[in-house]
């Protein structure tokens, strides 16, 4: 049986005001839940990784960051390498999400470079993959999907699969209020597990494999009732402490 997880993906909002306020809220409302079933994790921008870590102390909450370098140290600006987030105490890091793949032009090779850069310091990766409405209208979504995934197996092999999470974040249910259907959200999870079932069975047996886009508290449930749906990757909703807090509960139940 594996277990769920709720992963809230905070992208570029808050202050060290509003944080404190969410994660106080989030310990408040999560505080019941039983931790032996649901892992759970937000990842905050980089700047406030610091403050959220030192509030969840104590706390089943695990921290993540939406982004990382390929590399681990150098004359890189503006970068944040993998050890640096292993050193603050991070879990896992997003890689790959939709936003960054179209506004930061990130490419299948750059994010299989993350990827493994990821797993080297002991994290672990949270790899998005995900259509267009373009391409789904075209019929195209099961081999795009499979098509970024093959490209980090090709990486990173299939074992390092096992130590990762994957994500299916449809482009256009991202902030669009338009959520997959269940039975859509499904098909895609039931072929990624697929994909990876061809090269291990283990692998594909015990990868969690979460849903993302417009996935609120009177969505999640429905979602989670599908057999390949371990969890989710939340948005907009993670930013209230309810409402995450409820997406967590479904997953939970
Ligand atoms: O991109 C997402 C999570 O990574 C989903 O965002 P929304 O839940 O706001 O649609």
Redesign the pocket.
């Given at each position: 049986m594996r277990r769920s997880l709720v992963?809230g993906?905070w992208?570029m909002h808050g202050s060290a005001a509003s944080i404190d306020t969410l994660v106080t809220g989030l310990q408040q409302q999560l505080a019941n839940l039983p931790a032996d079933q649901t892992d759970i994790a937000v990842c905050p921008p980089f700047v406030f990784i610091p403050q959220v870590i030192s509030q969840l102390e104590g706390s089943a909450i695990a921290c993540g960051a939406q982004n990382v370098s390929d590399q681990q140290e150098g004359a890189y600006t503006g970068e944040i390498s993998a050890t640096m987030l292993a050193e603050l105490g991070c879990q896992y890091v997003?890689v790959g999400?939709?936003?960054r793949r179209t506004l930061m032009a990130e490419s299948d090779a750059d994010i299989a470079a993350k990827f493994t850069a990821v797993q080297s310091q002991g994290l672990t990766p949270i790899l998005?993959v995900g259509e267009s409405l373009a391409q789904r209208e075209a019929g195209e979504t099961l081999s795009w999907i499979e098509q970024q995934i093959k490209a980090v197996i090709a990486v990173a092999g299939i074992e390092a699969m096992a130590a990762s999470v994957i994500?299916y974040?449809p482009i256009w249910?991202?902030?669009?209020?338009k959520?997959a259907s269940p039975e859509q959200a499904q098909e895609v999870h039931a072929h990624i597990r697929q994909v990876l079932a061809n090269e291990s069975q283990a692998v594909a047996g015990a990868l969690q494999l979460l849903y993302?886009?417009?996935?609120?508290a009177d969505n999640a449930a429905e979602l989670f009732g599908k057999q390949d749906i371990d969890g989710?990757?939340?948005?907009?909703?993670?930013l209230k402490a309810a409402d995450f807090a409820a997406i967590c509960m479904a997953a939970t139940a």
């Open positions: 992963v993906n992208k997003i999400h939709s936003e998005c994500a974040e249910a991202i902030g669009t209020g959520t993302g886009g417009s996935v609120k989710a990757l939340v948005g907009g909703a993670a």
